[in-house]
């Protein structure tokens, strides 16, 4: 399905192999190659386990031979997943690689909803889940995603197989007595690299067209490699990485970085602050690649977090949103962390604050590109028209690792990227030319998106459902300020005439009955006679936006609830 994918021109492909960027090996290719490499160094820690390379690979080697042998996937195939972190999340995720499987990373809190949209869209047949993560009902989802013949074969792992298809155990156990010779990841013809993709990541919301990027193997082995080297990743470098696996972040901050460099992954379950103190207590990391900055400020209020000896921390990457400063400067001196600041995307583009950078630009912005190819403009929103450095605007990136074009849609492409491929992040940002060099902040939003800590909610997805309530006339998603996850959901809902109002709770039910992701649920409903509008006639959120913060530092300032 190559002729949906949007490649790269033959000039930016000859000039990034050129230079050494890219490889000409498949993105699988270049993870065994590493693997061989630091073969019997430690590659995983998750629930007390560790994996050496071979260990790892092997595994994934054999779930590959299974997945084949059994006619679960075919070469080329998209595969859905929906874990957990658990060790069975990278071997499978390698193990479709080898398999020549293109693996399309969702989240464990994602529902029957989005799972089944992205399935119709990418063409995935089979999903690949978690038994026993959040009490079964990752199975439950599958169950029901299978009765209703959205997938037609579900791999379970850590549990009994569901329906027809083995389950990963099976699988496994198939793939050790299969013979061990090529899988088709070799077979993989390089020339075909710069338009072939190796995984499918979740961009944005699921409305009627997701917004699904799709990373190529050579741009994607790069991101990988460009990000550890920024972070000076090596072998005796330990990363712990508390946030989902499966999701563009956790592969490519943590999962992949650490094989090109061969470091040491330590996979947190979750996380909660006793989680990641016992963990960081346990295995001293020297690097956590993505902290959210309520996670940050969960840790300066842990008791436990004040007495604990993090000394060992030599790189804590601040990323999802900006951090304040104070949260900073708190980190410093209470806790002796040394804040970096990232700002990353599915699409591709990471930036990251130098280690010896000042506090000036550690604190302020989110750094510079990872990789000397990287290309950023700041454009004048709606125009290609670049502003003056110092000036808002919108960031847009190109590059040798960000994309050239979301998969199967011609239509967001139309107005997400230049006419020279340039991707329109929807970020305000704007450009500080400094004597330590040229670094970016982060200044605000022109798309519709509500950062919920890590997790963005696309308003127009949540707005989409919500007016199928009978009851309801209208709706509007906008954010609301909270000081630990930066940004919370609230609904303003104009009812039918005699309707009695939605709440909370009875709005969660309406969306959650469509199979939307509890994330994503409003934490806040305000029921109005109508929405206020902008002089072209679109609803001004901005002044939805001021009503609610006006109302949550009211009830502050009385004592009430936030």
């Known amino acids: ?29 270049g993870l065994v190659a590493a693997a061989e490499r630091h073969a019997a160094r430690t590659a995983l820690i998750a629930e007390g386990r560790a994996w050496t390379f071979t260990e790892l690979f092997e595994e994934a080697r054999r779930l590959a031979a299974g997945l084949i ?30 398999a020549a499987a293109q693996p399309v990373c969702t989240l464990p809190m994602h529902g029957t909803r989005e799972i089944g949209l992205l399935a119709r869209h990418v063409g995935a047949r089979t999903l690949i889940t978690q038994d026993d993560f959040g009490s079964g009902r990752l199975r439950a989802q599958a169950g029901e995603l299978l009765a209703d013949g959205v997938i037609t ?25 299969a013979p061990a010779g090529k899988l088709p990841y070799l077979d993989i013809d390089p020339r075909l690299t710069p338009a072939l993709p190796a995984v499918f990541q979740l961009s944005g919301g ?14 994607y082995a790069y991101n990988a490699r460009a990000w550890a080297a920024a972070l000076e990743m090596d072998t005796g470098t330990r990363v712990l990485y508390p946030l989902p696996l499966m999701h563009n972040a956790g592969i490519s901050l943590g999962l992949q970085p650490a094989i090109f460099a061969g470091s040491t992954l330590v996979l947190a379950p979750s996380a909660d602050i006793g989680t990641l103190l016992d963990l960081m207590q346990e295995h001293r990391p020297q690097l956590l690649p993505l902290v959210p900055p309520a996670l940050a400020v969960r840790l300066l209020e842990s008791p436990r977090a004040q007495a604990a000896d993090l000394s060992g921390v030599r790189d804590f990457v601040v990323g999802g949103q900006r951090l304040a400063v104070e949260v900073a400067e708190r980190l410093r001196d209470e806790l002796g962390i040394r804040v970096r600041q990232m700002f990353g995307m599915a699409e591709g583009m990471f930036l990251v604050t130098p280690a010896e950078a000042s506090e000036a630009v550690r604190h302020h912005t989110v750094g510079a590109p990872v990789s000397p190819a990287d290309e950023v403009r700041i454009l004048e929103p709606g125009t290609e028209d670049e502003v003056a450095d110092g ?11 960000t994309i050239r074009g979301y998969y199967r849609a011609e239509a967001h492409n139309r107005s997400s990227f230049t006419s020279d491929g340039f991707y329109r992040t929807g970020d305000l940002s704007r ?52 000081r630990v996850l930066g940004e919370r959901a609230c609904a303003y809902l104009v009812m039918e005439d005699g309707a009695g109002p939605l709440t909370v709770a009875t709005l969660g039910q309406h969306l959650l009955g469509h199979g939307l992701a509890k994330y994503k649920l409003p934490e806040r409903v305000e029921v109005v006679a109508a929405l206020p509008l902008t002089n072209v006639g679109k609803v001004a959120k901005n002044k939805l936006r001021e009503d609610v913060t006006a109302k949550l530092a009211e009830a502050a300032g009385a004592g009430g609830p936030q």
């Not at 490649?7 to 990034?16: G, H, K, L, R, T």
């Not at 519709?448 to 997790?455: L, Q, T, Y």
Request: hydrophobic share 40%; aromatic share 6%.
């Open 1 to 29: 399905m190559t002729s949906s994918v949007t490649p790269y021109d033959q000039a930016s492909v000859a000039a990034y192999r050129e230079a050494g960027l890219w490889t000409g090996q498949s993105l699988p290719a």
């Open 431 to 482: 450009r500080h030319v400094t004597d330590e060099g040229v670094f970016y902040s982060i200044d605000g939003r022109i798309k519709d998106v509500i950062n919920r800590g890590v997790e963005k909610i696309f308003a127009e997805e949540v707005e989409e459902i919500i007016v199928r309530h009978p009851d309801v006339v209208t709706a509007a998603l906008v954010a609301m300020p909270d």
């Open 69 to 98: 042998g059994a006619e679960v996937v075919r070469p080329g195939e998209p595969v859905m997943f929906q874990l957990g972190n658990v060790a069975e999340t990278a071997v499978a995720y390698l193990g479709c690689l080898l």
């Open 206 to 219: 699921t409305t009627g067209l997701p917004k699904v990027a799709p990373r190529l193997h050579e741009e």
């Open 153 to 177: 074969s579900v791999v379970i792992c850590r549990g009994e197989p569901l329906g027809t298809t083995p389950g990963y155990a099976q699988l496994i156990e198939a793939g050790a007595t």
């Open 391 to 401: 000036t808002v605007g919108e960031f847009a990136a190109r590059g040798p690792y």
